[in-house]
């Protein structure tokens, strides 16, 4: 989780300039993945929530995330070895925290798994 949590960071300073002060990656059941980013608004995005237009930072996050979906779920699949089938941020710009949320592509029970040498 501490590489997931390290390419957010990495990410987030390469894309938009500057990165959270704090992550930390969590699986929420088997195939759901959270990724919290403290600290991870820049200023223009700060001064936004000063004059109390959370709104537009919310707006701006949407548009930061489309652009780069494609970087975001790169990552993390090459990481965590899975592939992403949903994938979106969320922003509290008052608490200055975003989350990315992955959800992966189930993976087979063991019942599904057909046995070596078995014919199907």
């Known amino acids: 989780m501490a ?16 990165g959270p002060t704090r992550a930390r990656s969590h699986f929420a059941g ?9 600290d991870a608004l820049l200023p223009a995005e700060q001064s936004l929530v000063a004059m109390n237009q959370q709104d537009r930072v919310q707006e701006a996050r949407l548009f930061f995330q489309m652009a ?5 779920v790169d990552a993390v699949e090459q ?3 899975r592939k992403v089938i949903a994938f979106s941020s969320a922003t509290d710009a008052d608490a200055a ?13 063991p019942e599904e798994v057909p046995e070596l040498g078995a014919v199907r």
């Open 97 to 109: 925290v975003v989350w990315e949320l992955y959800n992966f592509e189930p993976r087979p029970r």
């Open 30 to 38: 088997e195939d759901t993945l959270v990724c919290v980013l403290e």
């Open 68 to 72: 780069t979906r494609s970087k975001f």
């Open 79 to 81: 990481i965590v070895g």
């Open 3 to 18: 590489a997931v949590s390290n390419a957010m960071v990495s990410l987030h300073k390469e894309q938009f300039g500057r």
